[in-house]
């Protein structure tokens, strides 16, 4: 295995790492409840915003693991 592979694989796990925190950072940061009919939402907006980053940033690292491992191929 030479190191292009091993990098890419890296980003893969990091990127998986990534996901799985902004995955629950958006979760924890979304409350909503229903009393008598009314729908209350007491989401953390920010907290909401930084999981999507994560999220992205998990995508863009995923997306270039994918390419140096294929890249690594040639």
Do not use: P, R
Not at 29 to 54: C, M, R
């Amino acid at each position: 295995m030479n190191s292009i592979k091993i990098i890419g694989a890296i980003l893969i796990l990091v990127s998986i790492g990534f996901g799985y925190l902004g995955f629950n950072k958006v979760a924890d940061n979304t409350a909503e409840v229903k009393f008598l009919g009314l729908k209350i939402d007491a989401s953390n907006e920010s907290g909401k915003q930084q999981g999507y980053i994560y999220l992205g940033l998990a995508a863009i690292l995923l997306a270039g693991g994918i390419y140096t491992i294929n890249k690594s191929k040639k």
